[in-house]
């Protein structure tokens, strides 16, 4: 079991950028951690994944080139470094980690192989 928190969500003009942090209490060396997102209405949507072995990373088509994932694993945290950000970005923000070997990016990026998630943190832009 992993225990998340995330927070760095805030209101940002657009083309600003934020950088979000995930905690993650029982992150080891065989975990996914992702980052998803889900506007009001909407579906929940995989924006970027990686494994903590350093064996995969993978960034969505939706935000190829404005997001990046990256982890610090001596402080068990995993960020979302958002750059250059619109409007249609703006919707709550999930960490999400999974126990396990590395999956491939479809799998990576669908919520549905996920059981821990945090509480979400809100981004909007304007």
């Known amino acids: 079991h992993v225990q998340l928190v995330e927070s760095g969500g805030g209101s940002v003009q657009a083309g600003g950028s934020l950088r979000l942090s995930c905690l993650a209490s029982?992150?080891?060396?065989?975990?996914?951690m992702a980052w998803f997102r889900q506007a009001p209405g909407g579906e929940r949507v995989g924006l970027a994944a990686l494994h903590t072995s350093g064996g995969s990373l993978f960034v969505s088509d939706l935000v190829q080139g404005r997001f990046t994932i990256s982890k610090d694993f001596a402080k068990s945290t995993v960020y979302l470094q958002m750059n250059n950000l619109k409007p249609e970005d703006t919707a709550m923000y999930y960490c999400a980690a999974e126990l396990g070997p590395g999956m491939t990016y479809f799998q990576a990026l669908n919520p549905a192989r996920y059981t821990n998630w945090g509480q979400g943190t809100q981004v909007t832009v304007s």
């Open positions: 029982g992150m080891t060396i065989s975990t996914t």
